[in-house]
């Protein structure tokens, strides 16, 4: 994970509303990635695919929502 991604991470840790919550989202959303549904911004992992999707907007943490379980 180079320092481009760290800052990345410290930015929308504040857009999100916390590390907990923005850790819980990107495990969802990888999660999800991983078990078939389409991408809505390309990356070169699902990782930084997840990343770019929240940055962008197109992904959120709705109030109430549970983070994601096996």
């Known amino acids: 994970m180079g320092i481009d991604t760290i800052r ?3 930015r929308l840790d504040s857009v999100v509303g916390g590390r ?3 850790t819980a989202l990107l495990q969802r959303r ?3 990635v991983v078990k ?3 991408r809505l ?3 070169k992992t ?3 695919s ?6 962008a ?5 709705l109030e109430g929502e549970k983070p994601a379980e096996e």
Request: proline residues 7%; negative net charge.
């Open 36 to 38: 078939g549904s389409p």
């Open 46 to 48: 699902p990782l930084r």
């Open 20 to 22: 907990f919550k923005l």
């Open 30 to 32: 990888i999660q999800e």
């Open 57 to 61: 907007g197109k992904i959120e943490m």
């Open 50 to 55: 997840a990343l770019a999707e929240i940055e």
């Open 41 to 43: 911004i390309e990356g």
């Open 8 to 10: 990345q991470i410290d």
